[in-house]
């Protein structure tokens, strides 16, 4: 499907976009009145996007059993139109995508029945395939909806691909945007490399590197005589504390116009870092990830407990009091006062 020019302007501009979490109750059923208001919260922080049906949003909504990934899709989208009606703007909705070809172009249609511009396309399912099976994928795929690729880290379920892949890739007709997050320098580099390689100054850079969120976003990348920033972040860590995060973009967006980038940006990263760690759960191998960011959403209200479909997956021993320290240790990175000021708004 060929993507709109206000879409592709929209997501080169650089954006917020938070990954949508899962609202489930105490028994483990859909909690649509939390999850509606999960989606006001980050509207009202200020995100530029949302991206749902994701790792964030947990795979296993698309189990039979489970059944959720139409009815998320539908109420994310509703809601997000229903509490902008009054000041409409500009909103990136992306859907996960996954699965086999056939699967993953059930999902692009059902998507885009729904409104979704764009499909984050995950290649778990193709761990083993070679990589010009995996390209044929993802054109078949993108003929149904506009594409935003996806590399993702192998500890949570992704593959390495060589730089001949992305440069490859990146000449997709209908891909509108990169989510760059190997959590390998090396990897990432590639990507970029491959974009600018391949020209194509309308496809958008999102940094996914939870673990060097400032540091993707102020660098500078240069090569064969062109230049450009990652132009913004779609991320499980901004789907907390979304607010912060909006404002601390703000101000690297404008610190990276300027001809010096101030030594403050390194202690900033090292702190987002932090917290990060905290939150995904890193010593232990981001077991805790997925509870960890509802534990946040938790402590603030909007969600009423940490579980996730999977009863295994649960807090990692430890992880509760690292959020505590992290979130005592950066105020400036936690909105906790402004969710406060608008929680009853946003469950009603």
């Known amino acids: 499907m060929e993507p709109s020019a206000a879409l592709r302007d929209h997501l080169r501009s650089g954006l917020v976009i938070p990954a949508l979490p899962l609202a489930l109750d105490r ?3 859909w909690d649509e009145r939390r999850q509606s208001a999960v989606v006001r919260y980050y509207l009202d922080a200020g995100a530029g996007g949302l991206a749902v049906g994701v ?3 947990q795979f296993a909504i698309r189990d039979p059993q489970v059944g959720l990934y139409a009815p998320v899709l539908k109420l994310a989208a509703e809601t997000a139109a229903a509490w902008l009606g009054p000041k409409p703007r500009s909103l990136a909705l992306i ?3 996954c699965g086999p070809t056939a699967q993953a172009r059930r999902e692009a249609q059902l998507a885009a029945a729904h409104g979704y511009q764009a499909g984050l396309l995950s290649l778990g399912a193709w761990a083993a395939a ?3 099976k995996v390209l044929a994928h993802c054109r078949a795929v993108a003929r149904e909806l506009p594409l935003v690729g996806f590399y993702l880290q192998p500890a949570v379920g992704g593959r390495e691909f060589t730089y001949r892949f992305w440069r490859e890739f990146a000449e997709i007709p209908e891909l509108v945007a990169i989510k760059i997050a190997p959590f390998n320098r090396y990897r990432t580099i590639d990507v970029v490399r491959a974009v ?10 999102y940094t996914g590197n939870d673990d060097n969120i400032v540091a993707d976003l102020l660098t500078p990348f240069s090569f ?7 132009d913004g972040g779609l991320l499980g860590q901004w789907g907390v504390w979304t607010q912060a995060a909006v404002k601390l973009f703000a101000q690297l967006k404008a610190a990276r116009r300027r001809p010096r980038i101030d030594a403050a ?3 900033r990263n090292a702190a987002l870092t932090d917290m990060n760690a905290a939150i995904f759960d890193a010593a232990h191998g981001f077991a805790g990830c997925l509870p960890g960011i509802h534990e946040v959403l938790r402590r603030q209200g909007l969600f009423a407990t940490t579980a996730c479909l999977d009863p ?13 320290r992290v979130a005592a240790a950066y105020p400036w990175l936690v909105d906790d006062t402004f969710v406060a000021a608008n929680l009853r708004r946003w469950l009603d």
């Open 130 to 132: 070679p990589e010009a």
């Open 55 to 57: 790792h964030s949003t």
């Open 224 to 230: 064969a005589g062109r230049t450009r920033f990652i």
């Open 265 to 267: 940006w390194l202690d």
């Open 95 to 97: 859907a996960g995508l």
């Open 27 to 29: 028994r483990r059923r």
């Open 196 to 205: 600018l390689a391949a020209g194509r100054d309308d496809v958008a850079l």
């Open 312 to 324: 295994h997956e649960t807090l990692s021993p430890g992880q509760a009091a690292e959020i505590t």
